[in-house]
């Protein structure tokens, strides 16, 4: 069993993954693609990016949920399957580190140009936008 997460950075460097949506399109996935959506249809392939990365010593791996929020996945139009999509990139996470490795969770930008046009998007949408988000990791 690891132990508390805090407790163990008092006195110890924790080794986290690297770029993770680089890695997925250096293993194949083609460029451009939404990588959370992965999560859904191809978790397998999610899993095995997070194996490699635990062989290759990560002891802190982050789920594949970068853009997994309302925003970004309404430009593929998957903006009402956040919380699913977020939930299954954090069980994917969990599993592959098993008891020994520690899981953050990834949450990116909104991908909106700002100043906000306020008759398109509220602060507060982009609120429960992160909300969700958090909520379902």
Known sequence: MKP????????????GDGALGSYLYEKGI???RNLDLLNLHAADFVFSAHEEYIRAGSQLI?????????????EVGA???AGEINRAGAGIAVKAAGHQVYV???????????PL?????????IRQAFN???AAL
Do not use: C, M, W
Request: aromatic share 10%; hydrophobic share 30%.
């Open 104 to 114: 953050a969770g990834s949450v990116g930008p909104t991908g909106l140009t700002f």
């Open 4 to 15: 508390d997460f805090v407790e163990y950075l008092k006195d110890h460097v924790v080794l």
């Open 132 to 134: 969700e988000q958090i």
């Open 30 to 32: 083609e460029r451009g």
């Open 62 to 74: 982050e789920t594949n949920t970068f853009g997994a929020n309302h925003f970004r996945l309404r």
């Open 117 to 125: 046009d306020e008759d398109e998007v509220r602060e507060e949408d």
């Open 79 to 81: 903006q009402h399957r």
